[in-house]
């Protein structure tokens, strides 16, 4: 059985105290590796790796040579593209369609991204007056936090932990990245990728394990850390500013959501089902973006349920591996519990179920997977739990309006505000409706189309600060004000 170790100081180690956990497959329920499970000892080590690389070999290279090594990165994920791939698609069991398009080039990019990024920002500068006539010029510098500690989710696992070590090694930091326990083995893996292409030891650190009483809790303990970012629920997200509370830490925080779709009738329908269907099942429906509630305006809302109802029984669940298959297993059938959990309440609640609701049939050999059926209700409550709790499942409740200020005063009524999708082919409702929604990121009639300048994050309960572009810059950077007296 194949073990994977933490990554300290360039060199995979085991865990002193030999504890281990199980890596599964969610699609069948195997076991596909060991997993070692650091430690305060271990975490200690990449704490103090990470710290001398920033004061040694890290810190002192200039912005070209450090930007042309994590183009080296980016281009070491490229050649071990199906490594990384078959990876991803074991530690979560999505389809190796998704991944191939979305989270191993986004991997990529990452690195690519964030490392020309920091070459073309300007710093800001100010001219002043004096009472003596000569005059004064302020200017700013940025300069690298210091040691990152970078704490990442299981449903994009390369994608979501690259999007922040990306812009943090660019603006020159180290990292001690914890990756979520369900998949360690792509972090594990871009060690590999970090060492060849020549980013010095203690650059990027990975210690594996769970968050409460574990590894995740033993790094935001760690007082030196200097700042943390997290992907993850809102509840992680609370612990783990009150960890970094402590020695007064930056976080910057992207949590969870109940993210709503709006769709007007004068919507072009093909594309607010195609974006609609996308949006609810991709990803087995764990994408933080996804949408689990639907308003459709009423005088389309039978023919749009009908549709969506139409899109989710097509779609073809299967493993990783079937070519054919474009929907894969929830992450656990730990998951997999909560989930039924919602589908249940759901019914106890009296919704309609049309279409799904359950555990699909599944062959002898894939029945130990974490499977469940997309699912679409309509005829709940707004303050059902279903309607107003991420569910993180692939799921939604559809719900008619009858005018533009219900449907914003909906879409606004949770304590929520990640993303948003709006779909109207009318161009001046579409900015008048953009406007009033309250989240981070608003799609009108697309859904998760990225660019990596733009800002990045949510409102309300579903984050503090935004990433992306010159923002990420923003985080892992300080920025130092210098006033010369001319
Ligand atoms: N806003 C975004 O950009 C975004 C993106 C992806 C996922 N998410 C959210 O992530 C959640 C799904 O991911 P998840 O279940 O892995 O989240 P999670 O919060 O359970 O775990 C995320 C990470 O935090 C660690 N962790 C847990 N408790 C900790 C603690 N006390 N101290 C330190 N670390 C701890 C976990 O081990 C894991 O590595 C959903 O809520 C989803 O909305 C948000
Ligand atoms: O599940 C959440 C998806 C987040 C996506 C990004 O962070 C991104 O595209 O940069």
Redesign the pocket.
């Given at each position: 059985m194949k073990d994977i170790k933490h990554f300290i100081n360039g060199e995979y180690v085991g865990s002193a105290s030999g504890k281990t956990f199980d890596n599964v497959n969610p699609a069948n329920g195997r076991v596909l590796s060991r997993v070692h499970e650091a430690g305060r000892e271990e975490v200690n080590a990449a704490v103090n790796a990470a710290r001398a690389a920033f004061n040694g070999p890290w810190g002192r290279m200039t912005v070209d040579q450090r930007t042309e090594i994590l183009h080296k990165v980016a281009d070491g994920i490229n050649a071990r593209f199906e490594e990384f791939l078959d990876a991803e698609c074991q530690d979560t069991g999505k389809p190796r369609s998704l991944a191939s398009h979305i989270d191993i080039p986004r991997g990529a990019a990452n690195f690519k991204v964030f490392a020309d990024l920091i070459k073309n920002v300007p710093a800001e500068s100010f001219e002043m007056p004096t009472p003596d006539g000569t005059g004064a010029l302020n200017y700013g510098i940025r300069r690298p936090k210091g040691v990152i500690g970078v704490?990442?989710?299981?449903?994009?696992p390369l994608l979501?932990m690259t999007w922040k070590v990306g812009p943090a090694l660019a603006c020159g930091n180290t990292v001690v990245v914890?990756?979520?326990?369900?998949t360690p083995t792509t972090t594990a893996l871009l060690g590999e990728v970090m060492k060849a292409a020549g980013v010095p030891d203690g650059v990027y650190n990975v210690v594996h394990?769970?968050?409460?009483n574990?590894?995740?809790?033993f790094?935001?303990e760690h007082p030196d850390v200097d700042a943390f970012t997290?992907?993850?629920?809102?509840?992680?997200?609370e612990?783990?500013m009150k960890?970094a509370a402590k020695g007064v830490r930056q976080v910057s925080l992207?949590?969870?959501?109940k993210n709503a779709g709006i769709v007007f009738a004068d919507c072009d329908m093909d594309k607010a089902i195609e974006g609609t269907l996308r949006s609810v099942f991709a990803n087995c429906g764990?994408?933080?973006?996804g949408t689990e509630r639907v308003y459709v305006e009423r005088s389309i809302f039978d023919e749009f349920v009908a549709r969506l109802k139409a899109g989710a029984e097509s779609l073809v669940i299967g493993p990783p591996d079937d070519e054919t298959s474009n929907f894969g297993p929830l992450?656990s059938l730990k998951?997999r519990e909560k989930v039924l959990s919602y589908y249940q309440k759901a019914i106890d609640e009296g919704a309609t179920v049309i279409t799904g609701g359950g555990v699909p049939d599944m062959p002898a050999e894939l029945a130990h997977g974490a499977w469940v059926q997309p699912t679409i209700w309509t005829g709940l409550k707004d303050d059902s739990p279903v309607v107003t709790e991420?569910i993180?499942g692939p799921c939604c409740h559809i719900r008619p309006f009858d005018s533009e200020a219900e449907a914003v005063q909906l879409a606004n009524s949770l304590p929520y505000g990640?993303a948003s999708a709006i779909w109207t082919e009318n161009v001046t409702r579409a900015h008048r409706v953009a406007a009033q929604v309250e989240a981070g990121i608003v799609w009108v009639n697309s859904w998760f189309l990225r660019d990596l300048r733009t800002s990045?994050?949510?409102s309300k309960q579903?984050?503090i600060g935004r990433e992306g572009g010159v923002h990420s810059l923003e985080f892992y950077t300080e920025l130092k004000n210098i006033c010369i007296k001319l």
């Open positions: 704490i990442s989710p299981w449903n994009l979501l914890k990756p979520s326990e369900e394990g769970f968050g409460g574990s590894a995740g809790a790094l935001t997290f992907t993850g629920e809102t509840g992680t997200g612990t783990i960890a992207e949590l969870g959501g764990q994408v933080c973006l992450i998951h991420e993180f990640l990045f994050g949510g579903s984050g």
